[in-house]
Structures are given as C-alpha cells and as structure tokens.
C-alpha cells in the first residue's frame, strides 16, 4: 500500500531502490505557492546508511513487503540479542546495531515483533507500551512544584526517560516505546 510524505511519521517504513529504510526525521515544509514539500532524514534498515531526501507532499511511496514474526527476547551479550520464537523454539540473533534503540526498552521475555525483509531479520518492533523499573533518578525536593517539571529517571533496561519530580527510584513506570517518553507511575516504591 503506498504512503504520501503528509503520512510520514517517526519509524515509517519506505522501500527505496528495492531497500527497507525507516523515517528517523521529517519536516514539512511549505513554499510561498504551490505544495508543501517534505524533508526527511531515512535510515537503512539493512546497512545502518544515513540518507536525507525531499519529497513532494502528493508523492505516493513504496512500503515495503516486510513479514512480522512475534518473537521473545531472552537476552543479549556485548554484540548481539537473542530472539526466539515461542511456538517452534527457533531462536536468532541479531547484532545490536540492527536491533538499535529498542534495545533501551527491552526487559528480558518481552515479546517483540521482528522484522523479517528475504528472509533477513533487519528490525525489531517494541509493543507502544512497556512497564520497566526506575533504576538512578534524582530524588525529587519537597516542596518544588513547578508545573511540568521532570528530571531524568534510568530504567532498569538502561534506556533513560524524562519523568515527573515525584517518580523515585524502585517506581514502576509505564513507557511509551515510540517516543521515549514518560506515560505514568505503576507502581510506587514506597
């Protein structure tokens, strides 16, 4: 199915000269007359390459033909993770630098979707919403109740989050995967 750049959010996926890329920026940008164009910065989901291209806003995109296996995480050394799969027991690896920034959300045994483009696992797809434990944070100053006000909190899988000044450490916090940011406090410490 294609996509139009005014689709085009953070993790899209586009195929480009028969390769996966996935939308790591994008910004629209209008022009005095005529249409909008779209800024984007994509990155190869195979080879880790950094490319910027503009689009016209009315262009219609190729998706590409991904196949999404549900799969577990067990657990990862200095250069790889491991996945398996929990009805046939199959189990792959994948280099961190393919896995990328899910590995700051992913607590051990949370299933995961991969990403399997010709029979080549390239990616790894978070649920939107992940429970983790807050592990360093600085403790929050009686008293100091700005409106907004967050600091920022380390989560047990090593990813770092901005939270409200009243998350400690030992809280259980709910994640928001996409965007790295604070939802709500699950479970108090105290």
């Given at each position: 199915m294609p996509v139009t750049p005014n689709q085009f959010q953070k993790g899209t996926k586009l195929e480009i000269d028969g390769e996966p890329y996935s939308v790591t920026e994008y910004m629209h940008i209008k022009c005095g007359r005529g249409g909008a164009n779209v800024r984007t910065k994509m990155k190869n989901l195979i080879n880790g390459k950094v490319i910027e291209r503009t689009?016209?806003?009315?262009?219609k995109l190729k998706q590409p033909d991904f196949e999404q296996k549900q799969m577990q995480y067990l657990y990862s050394d200095t250069e790889s993770c491991y996945f398996m799969d929990s009805q046939s027991y199959e189990q792959i690896s994948m280099t961190k630098n393919e896995v990328g920034d899910a590995t700051d959300f992913m607590s051990e045994n949370l299933m995961v979707g991969i990403m399997i483009f010709n029979q080549q696992p390239i990616g790894v797809q978070l649920p939107?919403?992940?429970?983790?434990?807050?592990?360093k944070t600085e403790p929050g100053v009686k008293g100091d109740t700005v409106t907004g006000a967050t600091k920022p909190a380390q989560v047990s899988t090593g990813?770092?989050?901005?939270?409200?000044?009243?998350i400690?450490?030992?809280d259980v916090i709910k994640v928001d995967t996409r965007e790295a940011l604070y939802i709500e406090r699950v479970k108090s410490a105290k």
């Open positions: 689009y016209g806003s009315d262009e939107n919403f992940v429970e983790l434990d807050v592990v990813g770092m989050v901005s939270v409200p000044l009243f400690n450490e030992g």
